[in-house]
């Protein structure tokens, strides 16, 4: 099914529950394709966002929902923004092409986000804002625009297994209050065009980056 919006339409969920929205196209809102408040435990799976003003999906205060196998493209903003919104899991999504972030999170917790996909997006690929407490694994920012893994003011998250590929500032960024998150075995490969692209740390903070990899100049290094 496949529904194209006059601007400044939007398809917008209010108090929703243990609803199934799957295989559907939706381009051309105002707003985000999708806008769920407070709404939880839904399914929403195989659907492509494209085109929209302000991006892709839009949780509000929503918990307990699946979010998978979505394709989220050439949107005016986040691929995916979550706000105040936990105990969510995003898994095996692509993003790409967006103007903001491809997975944005701002003061959300205990969220699972693994197996997805990011790139060729304006801002960052993974994108924490005053959010604590998730766990990203498995996941891949390549060839985004500014930084892959952006983490301002998020304290004690998890990443692991996960791939910055090519980004152009940054592989992994970490600045305001940021303490106490955990890297290990993630791959962070510069970018051909800025051999610095690796981590940069602005906090006042200790992180362990040992027993992951970097690759520069075709060269791969393991700190253990």
Same mark, same amino acid.
């Given at each position: 099914?496949?529904? !194209? /919006?006059?601007?400044?339409?939007?398809?917008?969920?209010?108090?929703?529950?243990?609803?199934?929205?799957?295989? =559907?196209?939706?381009?051309? $809102?105002?707003?985000?394709?999708?806008?769920?408040?407070?709404?939880?435990?839904?399914?929403?799976?195989?659907?492509?966002?494209?085109?929209?003003?302000?991006?892709?999906?839009?949780?509000?205060?929503? %918990?307990? &929902?699946? =979010?998978?196998?979505?394709?989220?493209?050439?949107?005016?903003?986040?691929?995916?923004?979550?706000?105040?919104?936990?105990?969510?899991? =995003?898994?095996?999504? !692509?993003?790409? &092409? &967006?103007?903001?972030?491809?997975?944005?999170?701002?003061?959300?917790?205990?969220?699972?986000? $693994?197996?997805?996909?990011?790139? /060729?997006?304006?801002?960052?690929?993974?994108?924490?804002?005053?959010?604590?407490?998730?766990? =990203?694994?498995?996941?891949?920012?390549?060839?985004?625009?500014?930084?892959?893994?952006?983490?301002?003011?998020?304290?004690?998250?998890?990443?692991?297994?996960? !791939?910055?590929?090519?980004?152009?500032?940054?592989?992994?960024?970490?600045?305001?209050?940021?303490?106490?998150?955990?890297?290990?075995?993630?791959? $962070?490969? !510069?970018?051909?065009?800025?051999?610095?692209?690796?981590?940069?740390?602005?906090? %006042?903070?200790? #992180?362990?980056?040992?027993? &992951?990899?970097?690759?520069?100049?075709?060269? #791969?290094?393991?700190?253990?």
């Amino acid at each position: 099914m496949i529904f !194209t /919006h006059a601007k400044p339409g939007r398809t917008y969920f209010l108090n929703v529950a243990a609803s199934i929205i799957d295989n =559907l196209t939706i381009g051309g $809102c105002g707003d985000y394709g999708f806008h769920l408040i407070s709404s939880s435990n839904n399914s929403l799976t195989n659907n492509t966002l494209q085109n929209n003003d302000d991006g892709g999906f839009y949780l509000e205060a929503s %918990s307990d &929902n699946i =979010l998978s196998n979505n394709n989220v493209k050439n949107n005016g903003w986040h691929g995916f923004a979550l706000n105040v919104s936990n105990d969510n899991f =995003l898994t095996s999504n !692509t993003t790409q &092409n &967006n103007i903001g972030s491809a997975i944005y999170l701002s003061s959300s917790s205990n969220n699972i986000i $693994c197996n997805n996909t990011s790139s /060729h997006n304006e801002l960052y690929g993974f994108y924490l804002n005053s959010s604590n407490n998730n766990i =990203l694994i498995s996941n891949i920012a390549r060839n985004n625009y500014d930084v892959g893994y952006y983490l301002l003011s998020s304290n004690n998250n998890y990443l692991a297994q996960n !791939t910055a590929d090519s980004n152009e500032l940054y592989g992994f960024y970490l600045t305001g209050t940021s303490a106490a998150d955990t890297f290990t075995n993630n791959i $962070c490969i !510069t970018s051909p065009t800025n051999p610095d692209s690796g981590i940069e740390n602005t906090t %006042s903070n200790t #992180f362990d980056f040992r027993r &992951n990899w970097f690759l520069r100049h075709v060269l #791969f290094l393991r700190l253990s």
